[in-house]
């Protein structure tokens, strides 16, 4: 039973399907509670995933992929030529969700009950083919179904902008689909690519996560390779996040479409650009994903500022709400590109977050639209005293969004900010990461702003004079019905998830936290076994280097004999880009050469970087590099700016030297270079 589980809840939604086409007529509620119930059954479904989740963990051990199934789909099979298969499968991450997908769902559809009134059937229809498509991916264990499934879920949601939602509908529907099928199309090219080299590397051309994500963490991708890969799959997530700038999509599809459709769009379907960076190019791509992290950061955080500032200028609140999930999923990817256990779990608690809080806001908006049938906050106010059980809903979501302690966004974002501010630290066996105290101060900012425009909309809406909807023929007398059952009904268990979330996130950050450590990030000592199969090492490899033979270390000079210990731990920082030498001061900086030599060999490096636009840690000067006549270094000026120092950037070449004085950037330098086509040449 445990083996076929996640197949029972992917699919589970096409019985709902099946129910609605029987219905001859066009029976409106009857259409909807089918539907309703089949989503239900796979709630219950998921949940029963999460027990036999909790055991199985106990018995195989935090952090693996448990109730896992594989069914050969194209070729033989493990061993054979081609293994492309029906692999599916699910650890801390994607258990939750798969939670949230299945928790959102049937919400959305009992959102739908009294705001459908026309072609109900193909409507519920195309909410359970989006849920099948969206189950599907967080399951998917082989790259070409996750590939699939994630496609899949761009057909319902197309028809379901186009067909029921606003004025400018078909304008939206096409804007989305023409951008998300743009960046598809290059990420389906990453991942060819990626069984290509599968190929070339073991023998068989597969896409299974298992085996492309030991390639990449045994550093047997070139980095290169890495460089490109990255961008072709960042090509889609970036745009399905949607990270600055490629979010301008969003905007107009969440305002016309549904209140079901901008639920699940906002809720779930967005996690799944997060999701790929996070299963795909973190793990897979750990040196590109480390040498471009300082660019996605400072892209993150740019849609941070931009987005709350263009949310607080809206007279829409749906759009309003739009541009703070801009802003919010800001705060993922940089928790996910800070690299660190806390920043990486951090962004993903994120991700579960905001499906609750932007999910529920989205559906108060739309409770609100079907009484005022408009969204222009200049048109609305006033409703706390009507309408308190609404007014207290859009208030408990408002605080949830903006991280009030005690709710669900503050643990999210306290700690994605604690990552991004300690990624330039090595700790828990992993190297020290790409960001810094620098990129947590602008995104603070952000913070900030976002309070300020989502408190802002709640004294608008809420508070001030009463205004009746437009139509109502007399305002005195107080039209305006507030919630009703259902609707507090189907508002309930996110508000209890928020709080649950908020008070005691301990268990989920623990599924977190393992599946992080184990499938996501990289260790530091993998990184260094790695790095002799680079392409940019030189053929000598660490190991001789630190470790010369007995009569080559008998002929060094005991002034400048060096430590093996001490230089392989300077040099072993896992997947980091090398140390930046500095020369100068702020933009104007530039990198800079140095070597360290004894008598016996040279130790040359050469660091390329791009100033990030927060600049780094640390300070800079000039470069200086020395043995003093007790045979320590002096590091007299000099700063290692970014992060870490890995073998993977030196290139190393045994040379006998010439002379025994102290050693600077004006002195006799190994002529060996990086190899051409590195990032920054």
Same mark, same amino acid.
């Given at each position: 039973?445990?083996?076929?589980?996640?197949?029972?809840?992917?699919?589970?939604?096409?019985?709902?399907?099946?129910?609605? $086409?029987?219905?001859?007529?066009?029976?409106?509620? =009857?259409?909807?509670?089918?539907?309703?119930?089949?989503?239900?059954?796979?709630? %219950?479904?998921?949940?029963?995933?999460?027990?036999?989740?909790?055991?199985?963990?106990?018995?195989?051990?935090?952090?693996?992929?448990?109730?896992?199934?594989?069914?050969?789909?194209?070729?033989?099979?493990?061993?054979?030529?081609?293994?492309?298969?029906?692999?599916?499968?699910?650890?801390?991450?994607?258990?939750?969700?798969?939670?949230?997908?299945?928790?959102?769902?049937?919400?959305?559809?009992?959102?739908?009950?009294?705001?459908?009134?026309?072609?109900?059937?193909?409507?519920?229809?195309?909410?359970?083919?989006?849920?099948?498509?969206?189950?599907?991916?967080?399951?998917?264990?082989?790259?070409?179904?996750?590939?699939?499934?994630?496609?899949?879920?761009?057909?319902?949601?197309?028809?379901?902008?186009?067909?029921?939602?606003?004025?400018?509908?078909?304008?939206?529907?096409?804007?989305?689909?023409?951008?998300?099928?743009?960046?598809?199309?290059?990420?389906?090219?990453?991942?060819?690519?990626?069984?290509?080299?599968?190929?070339?590397?073991?023998?068989?051309?597969?896409?299974? $996560?298992?085996?492309?994500?030991?390639?990449?963490?045994?550093?047997?991708?070139?980095?290169?390779?890495?460089?490109?890969?990255?961008?072709?799959?960042? &090509?889609?997530?970036?745009?399905? %996040?949607?990270?600055?700038?490629?979010?301008?999509?969003?905007?107009?599809?969440?305002?016309?479409?549904?209140?079901? =459709?901008?639920?699940?769009?906002?809720?779930?379907?967005?996690?799944?650009?997060?999701?790929?960076?996070?299963?795909?190019?973190?793990?897979? $791509?750990?040196?590109?994903?480390?040498?471009?992290?300082?660019?996605?950061?400072?892209?993150?955080?740019?849609?941070?500022?931009?987005?709350?500032?263009?949310?607080?200028?809206?007279?829409?609140? #749906?759009?309003?709400?739009?541009?703070?999930?801009? *802003?919010?999923?800001?705060?993922?990817?940089?928790?996910?590109?800070?690299?660190?256990?806390?920043?990486?779990?951090?962004?993903?608690?994120?991700?579960?977050?905001?499906?609750?809080?932007?999910?529920?806001?989205?559906?108060?908006?739309?409770?609100?639209?079907?009484?005022?049938?408009?969204?222009?906050?200049? #048109?609305?106010?006033?409703?706390?005293?009507?309408?308190?059980?609404? &007014?207290?809903?859009?208030?408990?979501?408002?605080?949830?969004?903006?991280?009030?302690?005690?709710?669900?966004?503050?643990?999210?974002?306290?700690?994605?900010?604690?990552?991004?501010?300690?990624?330039?630290?090595?700790?828990?066996?992993?190297?020290?990461?790409?960001?810094?105290?620098?990129?947590?101060?602008?995104?603070?900012?952000?913070?900030?702003?976002?309070?300020?425009?989502?408190?802002?909309?709640?004294?608008? %809406?809420?508070?001030? +004079?009463?205004?009746?909807?437009?139509?109502?023929?007399?305002?005195?007398?107080?039209?305006?019905?507030?919630?009703?059952?259902?609707?507090?009904?189907?508002?309930?268990?996110?508000?209890?998830?928020?709080?649950?979330?908020?008070?005691?996130? #301990?268990?989920?950050?623990?599924?977190?936290? *393992?599946?992080?450590?184990?499938?996501?990030?990289?260790?530091?000592? *993998?990184?260094?076994?790695?790095?002799?199969?680079?392409?940019?090492?030189?053929?000598?490899?660490?190991?001789?280097?630190?470790?010369?033979?007995?009569?080559?270390?008998?002929?060094?000079?005991?002034?400048?004999?060096?430590?093996?210990?001490?230089?392989?731990?300077?040099?072993?920082?896992?997947?980091?880009? *090398?140390?930046?030498?500095?020369?100068?001061?702020?933009?104007?900086?530039?990198?800079?050469?140095?070597?360290?030599?004894?008598?016996?060999?040279?130790?040359?490096?050469?660091?390329?970087?791009?100033?990030?636009?927060?600049?780094?840690?640390?300070?800079?000067?000039?470069?200086?590099?020395?043995?003093?006549?007790?045979?320590?270094?002096?590091? +007299?000026?000099?700063?290692?700016?970014?992060?870490?120092?890995?073998?993977?950037?030196?290139?190393?070449?045994? #040379?006998?030297?010439?002379?025994?004085?102290?050693?600077?950037?004006?002195?006799?330098?190994?002529?060996?270079? +990086?190899?051409?086509?590195?990032?920054?040449?």
């Amino acid at each position: 039973m445990d083996h076929w589980l996640l197949t029972l809840i992917i699919f589970s939604p096409l019985a709902g399907i099946v129910l609605v $086409l029987l219905p001859r007529t066009e029976n409106r509620r =009857g259409i909807a509670r089918a539907a309703l119930a089949v989503s239900l059954v796979t709630l %219950v479904l998921t949940l029963l995933a999460v027990k036999r989740f909790a055991a199985l963990t106990a018995e195989n051990g935090a952090g693996e992929f448990v109730l896992t199934a594989h069914v050969p789909w194209i070729g033989g099979g493990e061993g054979g030529g081609v293994d492309i298969g029906y692999r599916v499968g699910i650890d801390g991450i994607s258990l939750w969700l798969l939670v949230l997908t299945a928790l959102l769902s049937p919400l959305a559809i009992g959102s739908s009950f009294t705001a459908v009134r026309e072609r109900a059937r193909e409507y519920y229809i195309l909410l359970l083919l989006l849920e099948v498509g969206l189950l599907g991916v967080f399951c998917a264990r082989d790259l070409l179904l996750f590939y699939v499934f994630f496609e899949f879920t761009l057909i319902p949601l197309y028809f379901l902008i186009g067909i029921w939602g606003g004025e400018e509908r078909r304008r939206a529907a096409n804007k989305f689909f023409i951008y998300t099928v743009a960046g598809s199309v290059l990420t389906f090219a990453g991942l060819v690519y990626l069984a290509y080299f599968a190929y070339t590397a073991t023998g068989t051309l597969t896409l299974n $996560l298992e085996t492309l994500t030991a390639l990449g963490q045994e550093g047997k991708i070139p980095p290169s390779v890495q460089w490109w890969v990255f961008l072709a799959l960042a &090509a889609g997530f970036a745009i399905k %996040v949607p990270l600055f700038p490629f979010h301008t999509w969003l905007p107009l599809a969440h305002t016309e479409a549904p209140t079901a =459709g901008s639920v699940i769009l906002a809720g779930v379907l967005l996690k799944l650009g997060t999701y790929g960076f996070c299963r795909l190019s973190l793990p897979i $791509l750990p040196d590109a994903s480390f040498r471009l992290a300082p660019v996605v950061a400072v892209l993150a955080i740019i849609g941070i500022i931009y987005a709350a500032l263009a949310a607080w200028v809206q007279r829409d609140v #749906k759009k309003l709400v739009a541009y703070s999930s801009v *802003s919010h999923l800001g705060f993922c990817m940089l928790g996910l590109f800070s690299l660190k256990v806390a920043g990486v779990s951090g962004g993903v608690l994120y991700m579960v977050n905001h499906g609750l809080s932007t999910g529920a806001l989205f559906l108060v908006v739309g409770f609100l639209y079907e009484r005022y049938h408009t969204r222009d906050i200049e #048109k609305i106010g006033g409703l706390a005293r009507p309408m308190p059980w609404l &007014a207290f809903f859009l208030v408990f979501f408002t605080l949830s969004s903006i991280g009030l302690p005690g709710l669900n966004g503050f643990v999210g974002e306290f700690l994605v900010l604690l990552g991004t501010a300690t990624s330039s630290l090595s700790r828990d066996g992993l190297a020290a990461g790409p960001l810094g105290y620098a990129y947590v101060v602008p995104a603070a900012l952000g913070i900030i702003l976002g309070a300020v425009y989502m408190l802002w909309m709640c004294q608008r %809406v809420l508070f001030g +004079p009463l205004r009746e909807p437009p139509d109502t023929p007399d305002t005195s007398q107080g039209l305006t019905p507030d919630l009703t059952r259902r609707e507090i009904a189907i508002l309930t268990p996110i508000a209890l998830g928020c709080l649950a979330l908020g008070v005691y996130p #301990k268990p989920v950050l623990e599924d977190f936290e *393992s599946a992080v450590v184990r499938n996501i990030l990289v260790p530091a000592e *993998s990184s260094v076994r790695s790095a002799e199969n680079l392409d940019h090492v030189s053929s000598h490899t660490l190991s001789e280097v630190w470790n010369p033979s007995a009569g080559e270390h008998d002929r060094m000079d005991d002034r400048a004999n060096l430590d093996p210990q001490a230089v392989g731990r300077r040099f072993a920082r896992s997947t980091a880009p *090398s140390p930046v030498c500095v020369q100068g001061t702020g933009r104007r900086s530039r990198p800079c050469s140095f070597a360290i030599r004894d008598s016996q060999f040279d130790i040359r490096v050469r660091s390329l970087t791009v100033a990030a636009l927060f600049g780094g840690r640390g300070s800079v000067g000039r470069s200086r590099l020395g043995w003093d006549d007790g045979g320590s270094a002096a590091l +007299p000026g000099f700063m290692f700016r970014a992060a870490g120092f890995s073998p993977r950037d030196a290139s190393v070449r045994h #040379k006998r030297a010439t002379g025994n004085g102290p050693l600077h950037d004006g002195g006799n330098r190994a002529e060996e270079r +990086p190899a051409a086509g590195r990032w920054g040449r």
